[in-house]
């Protein structure tokens, strides 16, 4: 199928361009931008006139909920968000019931996704069995069947030593390894960041220091073990300061966002709002303020939705017993372009963020309209403004701290692998 | 996101009593000048005023508490209410949906009062959320004590006590002593006593025992318990709860009482004249000495006895407006 | 407009009207405020023996609800045994009479008396109870749209206003 996409901006980080231009796709590639390629006739032309044409976005974490949480959302649901989001390439953290350390689990993950409406899907595998933090996986099986790099989603390898032998592992093979810094110990029982407004509503705080003590354990062992290390959701601007320092110390070491970090801190739990019971925890004003700067100025790579569908039951409960997590895939973009005014960060540099740096950070041919590549493409208009609903959600997730907020951006096509996935309601 | 304080209706007045963070001085005020009718009910031969008579008052106690369930029944009754006291145990069913499941229940059963101890902070703001987003905003909602969040009518009654001894608040020293961390009535009293112009209000502690941050509430922090104590009017001494007696937040009740323990002779740093609180009930030699306990500087029983006319006065005030 | 004679002639004539009735066993309860203040010149002018009451019938009074608690006032003080006691209450203007339904249960809270009789300068009609006062020196008919307040001047002496609502 040959598709022109007229009339847009087209803005690919990845190659420097941000300029009007047509954009062709032919046989599910980028055939060209700006000029026709010989004898090209399109069977298809979609109408970019006041949008932008950009990647299809790249989101290092999302939450698909299965197998084992298909009460909270299933692919079906999960992938018409993404789709209706701009994101067209996703990671899966191996949280799902069983957790993804099985070949089989994996595979059958990639076979259920693999539908033309779906976006392209790469399991995080787990670091250990059951990520119980005690026997490593079949990494290299495992990466066979799709794994793109191993980790332990929001839980932790205890024991130092299994750690270090993991990362020795997964180096081994050249296997990144993604994990979160939180210490379980200094974290215990916690719900808030350990601070003024966690202090106020009495409830029991996680500390900063349960996130930097975590980071110095873990950028050391991955100095030690050789492993490309990724810690997701960095929460603070002292765990920032760490990372900023391992990797000018020569420690191969990437992080990530989430959007709700991004943009939102403490006070945003207000009174008791179980929307903002999030993991890691929304931490303080300055703390926030470090990671905008930080993602401005590349110390954060990429930006992710940390997409966790959580059904009413899980939140309509008190704060301290809700669960934790918010939907996120179909608010990536939105938000990215909020940060992107609110910090005056140029539209192009900030689309990397959710285009072409995660698309590096997965080691993928990804986040690029680069000729020959795969056409993911997202079409949205940055003028449009729409109040995040229930009604407009179509993840099965309908909790997140921005329901009844207005936000910029309202994507208008996305195409997968050439394939049109997504289109406005008529 | 629910950052409209429910506690208050769009005229300011009271709709349900959840904290006293940012409860306006008036308010406050007015609940104290309220409650002094009700001493004197208390006296008489009949200790019953009709005001709440017809009305439903449901002590829902998510978390065992006899003391504090018997002090708002006996408000409730005196008031004229009919009282229904449903323990609910929460470890059976743990989860949100039985907390709301249960207060769609009760609202059905035409309830028009709520009295809620949860052991999570912010339960009862659930509670009040909720019954806004089913229509049901006429049933009112007391909290009796959530998580370590808030335990309002703790806090007023200490109010109407200080009132009672001090008259003013704007000239006291006023330290609350022990474990504040895991205590909603040490941030009920600090909030009251902020609102009320109390100059200087101190917290006495060890490190683990003792909020990330509490200076922030206005509050001057000591871990000599014998600074902490000089020159006080009020000292407001906290509960240990016994798990917290042995473990990583202190090594032994022996050594906190040596320590944190209201002894007579730490009791003669403050003012001559200086009261002695206790919320209750009192695990005496840890943190008080039954000296001080039962000394004649020690106001604990007249505690409970403006108790009951402090929780009449809120909840007659919360019922007039049905 | 309805006139009235000064306060200060009505309690004179107030005090003739109960005098002839007064016992040793008699005792005056004032209702908080007006009341109070002439129950307290009738104590002394009566030369009343049993202690003086006083008494807040916002507790009691039906119309809570809408007018909620009032700030202010003194706890109700019933320093005499009131079981078997003659006791007349005092009260400034007699109107829709649920004040006095109010008093009376109150009253009765505290025991049984023997009497029960109600003393008022004024009663301005408007009745929506069946009450009426056993000592009343002056009677006239108000609108609703009027009300007839007592005030105490700094040197005691009383004064009736008719204003507007």
């Known amino acids: 199928m040959k598709i022109e996409i007229k009339n847009g901006?087209?803005?690919?980080?990845?190659?420097?361009?941000?300029?009007?231009?047509?954009?062709?796709?032919?046989?599910?590639?980028?055939?060209?931008?700006?000029?026709?390629?010989?004898?090209?006739?399109?069977?298809?032309?979609?109408?970019?006139?006041?949008?932008?044409?950009?990647?299809?976005?790249?989101?290092?974490?999302?939450?698909?909920?299965?197998?084992?949480f298909e009460y909270k959302a299933t692919l079906e649901s999960e992938m018409a968000a993404a789709a209706a989001g701009g994101v067209t390439s996703l990671a899966c953290p191996p949280d799902t019931d069983p957790p993804l350390d099985e070949p089989g689990l994996v595979e059958m993950l990639k076979h259920r996704a693999r539908l033309p409406d779906f976006a392209h899907v790469y399991p995080i595998g787990a670091l250990t069995a059951g990520l119980a933090g005690q026997?490593?996986?079949?990494?290299?099986?495992?990466?066979?069947?799709?794994?793109?790099?191993?980790?332990?989603?929001?839980?932790?390898?205890?024991?130092?030593?299994?750690?270090?032998?993991?990362?020795?592992?997964?180096?081994?093979?050249?296997?990144?390894?993604?994990?979160?810094?939180?210490?379980?110990?200094?974290?215990?029982?916690?719900?808030?960041?350990?601070?003024?407004?966690?202090?106020?509503?009495?409830?029991?705080?996680?500390?900063?220091?349960?996130?930097?003590?975590?980071?110095?354990?873990?950028?050391?062992?991955a100095q030690v073990a050789g492993a490309r290390l990724h810690v997701t959701r960095i929460s603070s601007a002292a765990g920032l300061d760490m990372v900023h320092a391992a990797r000018r110390a020569g420690i191969a070491v990437t992080c990530d966002v989430s959007v709700h970090h991004l943009h939102l801190c403490e006070n945003d739990i207000g009174y008791f709002d179980p929307h903002a019971r999030l993991d890691p925890p929304l931490r303080s004003v300055a703390d926030r303020d470090?990671?905008?700067?930080?993602?401005?100025?590349?110390?954060?790579?990429?930006?992710?939705?940390?997409?966790?569908?959580?059904?009413?039951?899980?939140?309509?409960?008190?704060?301290?017993?809700?669960?934790?997590?918010?939907?996120?895939?179909?608010?990536?973009?939105?938000?990215?372009?909020?940060?992107?005014?609110?910090?005056?960060?140029?539209?192009?540099?900030?689309?990397?963020?959710?285009?072409?740096?995660?698309?590096?950070?997965?080691?993928?041919e990804a986040g690029t309209l680069g000729v020959g590549r795969a056409a993911d493409i997202c079409v949205f208009d940055p003028e449009a403004r729409t109040r995040v609903t229930r009604q407009r959600l179509k993840s099965q997730g309908k909790n997140t701290p921005f329901l009844g907020q207005e936000l910029p951006g309202e994507v208008r096509y996305t195409l997968i692998d050439g394939h049109l996935a997504y289109s406005p309601p008529l | 996101m629910n950052h409209d304080n429910p506690q208050l209706n769009k005229n300011g007045e009271l709709q349900h009593l959840l904290t006293l963070d940012g409860l306006p001085r008036e308010i406050i005020m007015s609940i104290l000048d309220n409650a002094a009718p009700f001493t004197e009910v208390a006296e008489r031969e009949v200790k019953k005023v009709p005001l709440l008579r017809g009305k439903s008052v449901f002590n829902l106690f998510f978390e065992n508490s006899t003391r504090t369930r018997t002090t708002f029944e006996i408000a409730a009754k005196r008031l004229s209410a009919d009282v229904i006291n449903l323990n609910i145990n929460t470890s059976s069913t743990a989860k949100g949906e039985t907390l709301l499941d249960t207060v769609d229940n009760l609202a059905a059963m035409q309830a028009d009062m709520f009295v809620v101890r949860h052991a999570s902070s912010g339960a009862p703001y659930l509670i009040a959320q909720h019954l806004r987003n089913i229509g049901a905003d006429h049933i009112r909602v007391v909290n009796a004590g959530d998580g370590r969040h808030a335990h309002p009518t703790q806090g007023l009654l200490d109010m109407y006590t200080i009132r009672h001894y001090k008259k003013d608040f704007t000239g006291l020293t006023c330290a609350i002593v022990g474990d504040v961390l895991h205590s909603r009535v040490a941030r009920s009293q600090i909030h009251a006593l902020k609102t009320l112009g109390v100059p200087d209000i101190r917290v006495v502690g060890p490190k683990t025992l003792l909020p990330t941050g509490v200076e922030h509430m206005g509050v001057r922090v000591f871990?000599?318990?014998?600074?902490?104590?000089?020159?006080?009017?009020v000292v407001m001494m906290l509960r240990l709860q016994n798990e917290r007696m042995n473990g990583a937040l202190l090594p032994s009740p022996q050594e906190y009482f040596k320590y944190y323990g209201l002894t007579p002779d730490k009791l003669e740093l403050a003012k001559p004249n200086a009261i002695v609180m206790h919320p209750g009930p009192m695990n005496r030699g840890v943190e008080i000495d039954s000296a001080v306990a039962d000394g004649g500087q020690a106001v604990i029983l007249p505690q409970v006895t403006f108790g009951i006319a402090v929780r009449m006065a809120v909840m007659s005030m919360l019922g007039a407006g049905n | 407009m309805p006139t009235l004679p000064p306060a200060?002639?009505?309690?004179?004539?107030?005090?003739?009207?109960?005098?002839?009735?007064?016992?040793?066993?008699?005792?005056?309860?004032?209702?908080?405020?007006?009341?109070?203040?002439?129950?307290?010149?009738?104590?002394?002018?009566?030369?009343?023996?049993?202690?003086?009451?006083?008494?807040?019938?916002?507790?009691y009074r039906d119309d809570y609800s809408q007018r909620g608690l009032q700030a202010g006032r003194k706890p109700s003080?019933?320093?005499?045994?009131?079981?078997?006691?003659?006791?007349?209450?005092?009260?400034?203007?007699?109107?829709?009479?649920?004040?006095?339904?109010?008093?009376?249960?109150?009253?009765?809270?505290?025991?049984?008396?023997a009497r029960v009789e109600l003393a008022v300068l004024a009663d301005r009609g408007g009745r929506e109870l069946p009450i009426a006062a056993t000592y009343c020196p002056h009677a006239l008919n108000l609108p609703a749209s009027q009300s007839l307040n007592l005030d105490r001047a700094e040197d005691g002496s009383l004064q009736f206003t008719i204003v507007e609502k």
């Open chain 1, 9 to 68: 901006r087209v803005i690919d980080p990845a190659n420097g361009i941000d300029k009007q231009a047509d954009l062709y796709v032919a046989d599910g590639r980028i055939a060209a931008v700006g000029r026709s390629p010989s004898g090209f006739t399109a069977e298809g032309s979609i109408d970019a006139s006041g949008c932008i044409v950009c990647p299809g976005l790249v989101d290092l974490a999302a939450r698909l909920r299965e197998p084992g």
């Open chain 1, 135 to 221: 026997r490593l996986t079949e990494m290299a099986e495992l990466a066979e069947a799709g794994c793109v790099a191993f980790g332990q989603a929001n839980t932790v390898v205890l024991n130092t030593q299994v750690l270090m032998r993991a990362m020795q592992y997964a180096a081994t093979f050249g296997f990144p390894v993604w994990l979160a810094a939180q210490d379980p110990y200094l974290a215990a029982g916690g719900v808030a960041h350990d601070g003024e407004v966690a202090a106020r509503l009495g409830l029991p705080g996680v500390p900063v220091v349960a996130e930097t003590i975590a980071l110095a354990t873990i950028l050391h062992l």
């Open chain 1, 290 to 364: 470090a990671l905008r700067a930080g993602l401005a100025d590349g110390t954060v790579d990429a930006l992710c939705s940390d997409h966790t569908p959580v059904d009413d039951d899980g939140k309509q409960a008190p704060f301290s017993e809700a669960e934790a997590g918010a939907t996120g895939l179909e608010l990536l973009l939105p938000l990215m372009l909020k940060w992107s005014a609110e910090a005056k960060v140029p539209l192009a540099q900030a689309l990397a963020r959710v285009t072409s740096e995660p698309a590096r950070v997965l080691g993928l």
């Open chain 2, 223 to 233: 871990h000599d318990m014998r600074e902490g104590l000089r020159g006080a009017d």
């Open chain 3, 8 to 59: 200060t002639e009505l309690c004179r004539r107030l005090a003739d009207l109960m005098r002839p009735h007064v016992t040793p066993a008699t005792a005056l309860v004032g209702i908080q405020t007006g009341g109070v203040w002439i129950a307290e010149w009738l104590h002394e002018e009566l030369g009343i023996k049993q202690p003086l009451g006083s008494m807040n019938v916002s507790l």
């Open chain 3, 77 to 113: 003080s019933i320093p005499f045994d009131v079981e078997d006691a003659h006791v007349i209450i005092v009260d400034d203007v007699l109107y829709t009479g649920r004040t006095i339904r109010a008093a009376m249960n109150e009253l009765f809270d505290y025991g049984r008396p």
